[in-house]
Nanobody
Framework: VQLVESGGGLVQVGGSLRLSCEVS????????IVWLRQAPGKEREGVPS????????WYGDSVKGRFTISSDNAKNTVYLQMNSLKFEDTAVYYC????????????????????WGKGTLVTVSS
């Protein structure tokens, strides 16, 4: 099983970026995919999640209305479209897969996720 993130980089405040999480070893219908991020000096937090089996999504309050999660089952890839980026969006972004997701997973070891990617860095600058 592998999750490989890509698409990170340097972007200006107010700009956009699209991250990809390419999955191998299972199909997207098998697991919920979550994007999490960790900013310097801060705790890791869940950002959005998607359950491709029914299309349901969840968004953290800090990104609602700005970020959109989607999936392409044919490519076994999950995307994170990030718009109106802010300085505070600077972080390493990880995608992770598990059986389910809720914000309460922050209290679980490894957020209750079974598989993790290595992360991709997003830096928002002026």
């Amino acid at each position: 099983v592998q999750l490989v993130e890509s698409g990170g980089g340097l972007v200006q405040v107010g700009g956009s970026l699209r991250l990809s999480c390419e999955v191998s070893g299972f199909t997207l219908d098998d697991h919920v995919i979550v994007w999490l991020r960790q900013a310097p000096g801060k705790e890791r937090e869940g950002v959005p999640s998607i359950d491709s089996s029914d299309g349901s999504t969840w968004y953290g309050d800090s990104v609602k209305g700005r970020f959109t999660i989607s999936s392409d089952n044919a490519k076994n890839t999950v995307y994170l479209q990030m718009n109106s980026l802010k300085f505070e969006d600077t972080a390493v972004y990880y995608c992770a897969a598990g059986d389910n997701w809720s914000p309460l997973h922050k209290f679980l070891e490894n957020f209750g996720m079974s598989y993790w990617g290595k992360g991709t860095l997003v830096t928002v600058s002026s």
